[in-house]
């Protein structure tokens, strides 16, 4: 096993000394080959994941569309070239002392390992964001991917192989590892040639790899996109005037995918009041509305039926019962807790990933406040409100922003918009750390980092930084932004 | 103990809680007032810091210089404010499905814990880089001063009170340990509320605050400048036309401050020739002529004495013997060694602190490549070559640019630029992650995190993402870089 790991990485570092080469802009023509070779595939792609994963088609071919997009975002950032930060200080030998040419930018760090995701098997996986993001910023990719959906993983690779071939591209800048087991996921964070790991997944999963990468002689940070419950506060005259279409969005995000989305709604909160009731009856109506189909599998069934149990049973949480007639299948749930009962039980601050929520009745402000203090790092925080609720509770609109890496008014946090002002990331146990995104432009940031060139004659410059700006990008020269020439 | 840093956090959280929200210009105000308040002490500052580090008058005068130009130079960029990478992408309800309105910005992440170096008793400790650069981004600080400067530290964090005062921002916005054991340090890393460390000074003792911080429930960064040699190639050309100049600048640059710098080339490496046996013969003859200070204490002296002998005493390794008059003011010295006995021993690749340096001598390029490729990472990495020798050897340019935050050209290493272009950082054991500088103005990024806000109305969104940019700040807007209005 090591053996196999080890030939990987001497390859992954010898593609990554060519590939770190490649200009942006052929990197960008690299990327929108990959995702040509996904569309071509697109048919059998879907239905080898449809198979695989239980997914619906139409969220598949929704996903491949994603999927590409990502590509093409990412190729538009690297063709564009602005997003190496380029900034350049000029000299003035006048200064005592002298002031040195000193010149930055973002270079690539090394070979990484991508970790894909089973409930995004295109999205975030083989070809997905990690990889996506990675090839953009020039390094060199290892992708593991899910056990879940290895045929599915297996034709995205043949995709990225062809873009290789057509694009002359280092062979090994990817590669696909066949052997799913966990000895090998082990020897790929602790190779000493891997630079940086990426992740999405379960908590336990992502803190294994964090386990690993700590017994390492060098350390590197291990990008993981763990759990989050992704709490939505319901305020007191959004319920009022719109409760019915309230608990139509609901239902539809907590149980779209099976619930099997990061940023699900896992914890409903508001202060007690008649337009609450309703709320939660309207809510627990549509959730027996909407159409079911089999979770990822049967390992995350398992997982999801065994959370839920563990949360409908704590202490003064109150749940119908459920007829689940089929695991791989759950039904989806509501259960209800008060605040004071909540905000005692961490266990109740745990995720279940599936459809279902927990909604905490709060006797007042201080208790809601109070809940969302007890609560840890959010990928997602939703404000349900209008202007008169904002305007009224400043400081839950304080707790919500310190809690998540995206705030959200008046939508569901399921739809994840793939865009530059995109933060997907925040505090523990959403991430390790709340300075990354792992989905939009800023996702590139993980895979990079600066370095300084000082006293370099504009010949041996790159592109980027020197004087002519060849690239024509935006850089920072003299503490001042511009896109001309110097 | 644990008590007092539980007040200690406590009260810096309440004041995080405040002062993120105090603007760019304000917080740029009370940059420079500490400035100010650190200048009318200057006298005071100089001789107790000398009386403390034993570090000459005119250094340390030129050291509280640089600590008030960080301080000023962090007050322009926030009250500029495009430092906060504001990004906005403009809602679309007619695309399928309705685009959101989604704007991002960098927001300050909570208080931090600085650590003061031994060897920068100002522009590195109390009022230094880190501190200046985490109140810049918003967040509320509590130092541990280096315990080989009490004194000035107690002085300088008096001018930060007085510039809380003056400014009125919240009390406990900056805070001082007395305390300075262990202890405190450690209760200071793990305690819950602490988000993010900040350490310069020695691998021990940056692994040591890592390895308290990996035992946290919740995981923070340990930014910590550590160790590193600072590479130098002396390339074929360079030698032979410019020795006795080489040689007068790397005596100085290796004796500079008695050899105490992070920078200080600590490894100098060249291929064998006629030029480089006369550029060692002056070289060793120059570090007899430098004038000599006690080193900044005991301590440091001692572990500088252990480490020199035990370099100068593995194989292979031919020195001068050296005649210490006074442990506490060694006498600077060089060391030799063939390259082949350098690559095979890692002994000889660790960091010496103090007026010492290794030459490796390789018998051609590739034992050169060979022997940089055996360095671990470093904050530098010193090129002295002609045009000549650049074009000639391309991959060793390649190799040094692989291993280092800065890569010089014909300069010594020792002198940082403070500068946006500036990289003072590199991957382990420079530090835990080449991610980051803590010089110039890139050392803003360790204190903060990017937050998404989506679907927020213009009247509840921070000025930095307003439509109409009140701020005037350069904005990502649709992925074009604007500082217009929308």
Known sequence: MSQNISTVMQQAQEAFEQYRKVSGKNRAIFLETIAEEIESLKDALVAVAHQESHLPLGRLQGEIGRTTGQLRMFARLVAEGSWVEACIDLPNPDRVPPKPDTRKMLVPIGPVAIFGASNFPFAFSTAGGDTASALAAGVSVVIKAHPAHPETSALVFSAIEKAIARCQMPPHTVQHLSDSSIEAGKALVMHPLTTAVGFTGSQAGGKALRAYAEQRAVPIPVFAEMSSINPVVLFPESLNQNHINLAKTFAGSI??????????????????????????????????QVSLHPMLHSGIAQAFDKARNTLTNQDGVVSKSIENTELTQPTPSLAQVQAKDFISNPTLHEEAFGPFALLVICKDTEELSTALKALGGQLTATLMATDEDVKQYPAILDLQSALAGRVILNAAP???EVAASM???????????????SVGTGAIKRWVRPICLQGFKDWMLPGELKNDNPLKIWRLVNDVFTNSSI
């Open 414 to 416: 399921t739809g994840v």
């Open 255 to 288: 149980t779209l995918g099976m619930g099997q989305f990061c940023t699900k709604p896992g914890l409903l909160l508001a202060i007690d009041s008649p337009a609450l009731a309703l709320f939660t009856e309207a809510l627990e109506h549509e959730l027996t």
């Open 423 to 437: 933060v997907h990331g925040g505090a523990y146990p959403a991430t390790f750390d709340a300075r990354y995104t």
